[in-house]
C-alpha cells in the first residue's frame, strides 16, 4: 500500500505549454532551438498563460495534489539581469491558482528555459559568469516564492549535461574551437554541479523547503552476460551514477573523477568550489523515466529485442523503472519521487474523446512497478504523469501526445485549443482517489 500522503499528479515545462512568446517581455530561450522546422514552435504553446485556471480545475477534477512546472527564465529576466515585475506577478498568481486548486507546487528552475543572449555572449553554462546569473535569478525566485512553493529543483534532469552528443545544446553551449569535447563537457557538469549546490544552499535558508536532485534515468543493461557487455553497460550507467552520488555524497564518483585525471580531462574548479558540494546535498531524488536500453561493448547503446517500443521507437520497461527505484534507494536511502513518465502516442478524437487504452495499459504498468518498489521497501513520495494535458513535445510535436486531457490544437493549426477529458483521465481518477489500489 502506498502511504497517505503519497503524491499524484503532472508535470510540465514553461515553454511547452505556456505560449505568449512576447508576453511580459518574454525574450528566445536556448529551448527554441531544439525545435524541427516540420513541427510547430513554442510561440502559442497550449495557450497555458491564459488558461491555467481552466486547467487546473480538471486537475483538481482529476485529483491531482501535486504539479510539476518550470519558471522561464527568458520571462523573468531577458536579459539575464534585469527581472519583469509584470512575469513575477504572473507566476505569483498561476503558484496561488495551484495552491487553490488543491496541488502542492514543485518548481523547476531551469528546463532549458535560458535566454539566448546568455548563448550568445557568453557560451551558457560553460561561463561561471552564466553560472552566477542563473544562482542570481534562482534566488530571486526562491525568495519570491518559497512562502509557497516549498518542493525546488535546480535543473530538469541535470545529468542530461553529460549525454550531449549533437548541436541541440539544451544547456546553451557550444564547445569552443580547439577544446577538446569531453573536457568541454566536464566543464559544464560541473558549472552545473556547483550553480546546484548553490541552488541547494539557498533552499536550505527557507523554512520546509526541500531541494530535490533531479535526472533522467534511462539505464542501459547489458545486452549478454559477456564480462565485457557487463563491464560496457557498468561505466555507462556511471554518468548518471555521478549525479546521484553527487547529490548524496557531495562529492564526484571516484570512478568518475579518475577517469578525469587518466584522461587529462579534468575540469577547472574555483577554490572553494569542493567544499561547496559537499556542503550542499539534497533532500530528495527524483527522476523522469520513459525507457531503457540494452548495452554492449561492441556496439554502445543497443535495442533490447525483449521490449516492445512506442510508436516513437521509446522502448517500453516497467520493470526498469522497479529496478531502478529499489537500486537508487537501497544505495543512497534518500526519499524519491517520479517526476516524469507516461507515453508518447498519437491520439484521434472522436465522440468528444480519445480511448487512449495503450496509455492506460502503459501508466498501470509503471505504478505497478512504484507499487512494488515501494512494498519492497522503497520510499518513494509521488509519482507526476509527464504532460497530463497534451503540450508540445521537446521538438514542438503537437502529434506526440502524453495528456489525460486532449488540446484541440496541431502543429500548424491552432484551431480553437479547447480540452477534452481522455478515457485515461477517468482511469487515472480512480487510480488517485484509491491511492493506487484501483488500477
Ligand atoms: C523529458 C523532458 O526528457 O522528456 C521533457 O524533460 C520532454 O521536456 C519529455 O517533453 C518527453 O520527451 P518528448 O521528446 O517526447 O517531448
Redesign the pocket.
Known sequence: MLKEGFLWGGAV?AH?SEGGHTMYGKVRAVCDNICQPEFGDFKDGIDEIHRYEEDFALFEECGFTCYRFSIDWSRVSPDGIHFNEEALEYYDRFIDALIAYGMEPMCSLY?FEMPQVLMDEYNGFYSRKVVDMFVNYAYKMIDRYGDRVKKWISF??QNGIAFINDEKFLYGAKCPEGVDFQTFVNQLIHNTFVAHALVAKKVHTIKDAQILGMI?YAPVQAKTCDPRDVRAAMDHNAITEQYLYMFTHGEYLPYIYQKMIKEDKLPEMEAGDLQLLKENTVDMLSL?Y?FSHAYSAQEGECKNPYLKESE?GWPIDPTGLYLGLRDIYDRYRLPIMVV?NGL?AKDILENGTVYDDYRIDYMRAHIQAVKEAVSDGVDCRGYLM??PIDIL???GEMA?RYGIIYVNREDHDLKDMKRYRKKSFTWYQKVIASNGEKR
Do not use: A, D
Request: proline share 0%; charged share 20%.
Open positions: 515545462t511547452q528546463h530538469n534532469e533522467i523522469s520513459y516513437w516524469e508518447g509527464w504532460g513535445s521537446s521538438h506526440k
